[in-house]
């Protein structure tokens, strides 16, 4: 070996440092984003990291006096879900243990972080990796919240949360 590769080889093994990698996820993990969604639920932190760009609230009541309350939204951002959504929802007026009513159509403001406030627990009811999609349930079994995610480059994102209540009367 000659001098002059010597010395390069020895400046080179003197400032040569390995890159340490972190570990890549490398499939979204369902169970993952259940979890954080749970512990940011539960602690009222923000949810905007969770979502997608442009995600739809599905909403559903079912009330034994008032009936069946639905409505859909989409196209929000995601940083909307940290706040109040207002959302157009139509009632059948149809409930069991009432008078019926007549049906109605009107503006109802959602609050994802006051519903759950009223929960008694939160936990993972169902886990559907084959769709994407798991569930949390709380207050009983009556509250509920379905959660769809999509793949974006390796990190599961939520693209619709379905709330459901279903008055178990």
């Known amino acids: 070996m000659s001098q002059l590769t010597y010395i390069i080889f020895a400046v080179l093994s003197v400032h040569f440092v390995p890159i340490q990698r972190t570990p890549v996820l490398t499939t979204p993990d369902l169970k993952a984003v259940a979890n954080c969604l749970m512990q940011k639920l539960t ?54 243990a009432c008078t019926p009513k007549d049906p109605s159509k009107y503006m109802h403001a959602f609050s994802l972080q006051l519903l759950v406030k009223e929960w008694d627990r939160m936990e993972i009811s169902e886990l559907d990796e084959a769709n994407n999609h798991f569930t949390l349930i709380g207050r009983g079994e009556s509250d509920y919240l379905r959660v769809f995610c999509f793949d974006f480059d390796g990190k599961f994102l939520i693209s619709k949360l379905e709330y459901r209540s279903e008055d178990p009367g």
């Open 43 to 96: 602690t009222e932190q923000n949810l905007d990291s969770l979502m997608g760009n442009k995600w739809a609230l599905v909403y559903h009541t079912d009330d034994r006096c008032d009936g069946s309350t639905d409505g859909s939204i989409e196209n929000l951002s995601p940083e909307q879900v940290n706040g109040e959504i207002t959302l157009f929802v139509s009632n059948d007026g149809a409930g069991w």
